[in-house]
């Protein structure tokens, strides 16, 4: 469904007088597919270049060598009617569940806002259809009328979950979505993200630093060393087993749960 091949990319750098100075490089030759129905996991350390990939896929950031094909399309090469499909169908979810809504909108308007720009509905089936996709990821019909200061972080997560599944997206990119939560709002999070893709036979990127929520939900996972893809497997603890420098930094970053093992833990 998706293939990512060749993405190379870089950012122009300027000076203190704003003259351009040697580009960085952020991400090297990344190849890669993803299947319909499975959850990818894109895992690296901060700067490892997975939020510039995110965009690059969602069309966001165009690359500077490489293509992203969607359903054998190149997303970079649509026509304005390709484009506006591939909008629907390409969805994200970040991290900063506040700032991804505006603060002033109901949480049935916030739901109900893609549904407005793309479907032709009366008001009676957008009322329905808003009230459907609340109870979808755990909410009451009656949480609709409530603004985003009410709800908790989870909860409005919830609703980005929500609004980002009511056009029926084939694919969402999960970048750091659940990073921010606390361990039993993310675990919450987590089952419903698994029983959306389950039902929906949804596709994830999920794009996170956490090895623990990765291999909570991913099928496989990959990781993102300086721009380099430095490890491809399954989503299992056979990740646990790599030697490579930056595996073991995200493997070492995972706080035993027990207060007596992280004590343990630090002075290894
Ligand atoms: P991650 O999501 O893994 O933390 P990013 O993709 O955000 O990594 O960043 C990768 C590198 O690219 C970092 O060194 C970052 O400073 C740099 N970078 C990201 N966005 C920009 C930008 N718009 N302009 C210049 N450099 C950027």
């Given at each position: 469904?998706?293939?990512?091949?060749?993405?190379?990319?870089?950012?122009?750098?300027?000076?203190?007088?704003?003259?351009?100075?040697?580009?960085?490089?952020?991400?090297?030759?990344?190849?890669?597919?993803?299947?319909?129905?499975?959850?990818?996991?894109?895992?690296?350390?901060?700067?490892?270049?997975?939020?510039?990939?995110?965009?690059?896929?969602l069309g966001?950031?165009?690359?500077?060598?490489?293509?992203i094909l969607f359903e054998g399309q190149d997303i970079y090469r649509l026509n304005s009617q390709a484009r506006h499909q591939i909008r629907r169908d390409l969805?994200?979810?970040?991290?900063?569940?506040?700032?991804?809504?505006?603060?002033?909108?109901?949480?049935?308007?916030?739901?109900?806002?893609p549904?407005?720009n793309y479907e032709k509905?009366?008001?009676?089936?957008?009322?329905?259809?808003?009230?459907?996709?609340?109870?979808?990821?755990?909410?009451?019909?009656?949480?609709?009328?409530?603004?985003?200061?009410?709800?908790?972080?989870?909860?409005?997560?919830?609703?980005?979950?929500?609004?980002?599944?009511?056009l029926n997206p084939k694919?969402?990119?999960?970048?750091?979505?659940?990073?921010?939560?606390?361990?039993?709002?993310?675990?919450?999070?987590?089952?419903?993200?698994?029983?959306?893709?389950?039902?929906?036979?949804?596709?994830?990127?999920?794009?996170?630093?956490?090895?623990?929520?990765?291999?909570?939900?991913?099928?496989?996972?990959?990781?993102?060393?300086?721009?380099?893809?430095?490890?491809?497997?399954?989503?299992?603890?056979?990740?646990?087993?790599?030697?490579?420098?930056?595996?073991?930094?995200?493997?070492?970053?995972?706080?035993?749960?027990?207060?007596?093992?992280?004590?343990?833990?630090?002075?290894?």
């Open positions: 469904m998706l293939e990512v091949s060749n993405i190379s990319h870089q950012y122009q750098n300027r000076n203190q007088w704003f003259r351009k100075t040697k580009p960085t490089q952020v991400l090297k030759q990344i190849s890669f597919t993803l299947e319909k129905g499975y959850c990818l996991g894109l895992l690296g350390m901060s700067g490892a270049g997975k939020s510039t990939l995110g965009n690059i896929i966001l950031e165009k690359p500077v060598e490489g293509q969805q994200v979810v970040f991290q900063d569940c506040y700032s991804a809504v505006n603060p002033l909108m109901t949480a049935a308007q916030i739901i109900g806002e549904l407005y509905l009366t008001p009676i089936e957008h009322k329905q259809r808003v009230a459907e996709l609340l109870e979808q990821v755990g909410l009451r019909v009656e949480d609709g009328s409530k603004r985003p200061h009410q709800f908790s972080g989870g909860q409005l997560q919830r609703i980005n979950i929500a609004r980002a599944i009511a694919l969402i990119v999960l970048d750091e979505s659940v990073s921010s939560l606390d361990m039993v709002n993310q675990g919450q999070i987590l089952s419903l993200l698994a029983e959306l893709k389950k039902n929906y036979q949804l596709s994830y990127l999920f794009v996170t630093h956490d090895i623990r929520a990765a291999l909570t939900i991913c099928d496989r996972i990959m990781v993102l060393d300086q721009g380099e893809l430095v490890y491809q497997g399954y989503g299992d603890h056979s990740i646990m087993e790599s030697k490579h420098p930056a595996v073991q930094q995200l493997v070492h970053a995972i706080l035993p749960e027990h207060p007596s093992e992280r004590i343990r833990f630090q002075h290894q």
